[in-house]
């Protein structure tokens, strides 16, 4: 059976029928509500919080974030973003608490930098990994939505988001974009090698009440979750001889550069970064 993502883009799968269809599936219900209370014990509140939940559909996440007992450091504000007005449409008509916007994650998340103090996704940033026509870059919306999660966020605030990746392909390049975007990154899965296997993105920024920055630190204690960064001294600013301006290391940097900003660019060949020979 073909996986949804692959099918039709998010805004045109998630039509008025089959909206209705997942918000009043009992199945769904249960593995929503049970993906949600998970992240919500990665995300580790102890104080009310606003809370982002992005790819939020009718608001089934939110609710229970609504719902946390003060005994457990809730009960919680959200703000909704999904790019599916049908999911958003039924989500006003069940009167949830939290405010609702109308956006595509992949070009970002239109907040004001450090206005939220944490994150949830369930089951939504393995749609950035594609590509509806030629002209869409994953990688670059990819990089668009975790560079705006990482501005929005707060110094030391995290975010926690489940995906199904397709492979592991889409899995490296999830956690690529996370890390080049400035985030402490680890990955946590449950019930490995089963078909109910869920893997959680455990995301930190540093500053805040973070020990010294060390947003790989605040990861590496949360039992269970695979750092994916260890964040060693970067070599920024030394360039080597391989790397001089027109070289092929150069221009693979470059088209890396632009890829990750959303330019469409060629794919590399073994002419890339080739000298032609002069013509006279």
Not at 144 to 166: E, N, S, T
Not at 172 to 194: H, N, S, Y
């Amino acid at each position: 059976m073909s996986r949804p993502e692959e099918t039709l883009p998010p805004d045109l799968f998630y039509s008025d029928a089959e909206s209705r269809k997942y918000t009043t599936s009992s199945r769904i219900l249960s593995i929503q509500s049970s993906m949600t209370h998970r992240a919500l014990e990665l995300l580790n509140l102890t104080t009310p919080s606003l809370i982002l939940d992005v790819g939020c559909g009718s608001g089934l996440s939110g609710e229970i974030l609504s719902s946390v007992p003060t005994s457990d450091g809730g009960p919680h504000i959200w703000i909704g973003m999904d790019i599916s007005a049908s999911m958003l449409d039924i989500a006003l008509q069940r009167d949830v608490e939290g405010d609702l916007l109308l956006a595509d994650i992949g070009q970002g998340v239109p907040l004001r930098p450090g206005s939220i103090d944490a994150a949830i996704s369930i089951s939504a940033i393995q749609w950035l990994c594609n590509a509806d026509s030629t002209d869409v870059s994953p990688a670059g919306r990819l990089a668009r939505f975790f560079g705006g999660l990482y501005a929005a966020l707060r110094r030391g605030g995290r975010a926690v988001c489940q995906f199904y990746p397709r492979n592991e392909e889409q899995r490296g390049m999830i956690c690529t974009a996370a890390i080049k975007a400035g985030f402490g990154a680890g990955v946590l899965e449950d019930e490995p090698g089963t078909k109910n296997a869920k893997l959680y993105l455990v995301l930190t920024v540093g500053g805040g009440d973070v020990p010294k920055g060390d947003i790989t630190g605040v990861v590496n204690g949360m039992e269970g979750v695979h750092i994916m960064d260890e964040r060693r001294g970067s070599k920024r600013g030394i360039h080597t001889a391989d790397e001089k301006k027109g070289s092929k290391k150069w221009i693979l940097k470059k088209k890396e550069q632009m890829e990750r900003k959303g330019k469409i660019v060629k794919a590399n060949s073994k002419y890339t970064g080739r000298k032609r020979r002069i013509a006279f």
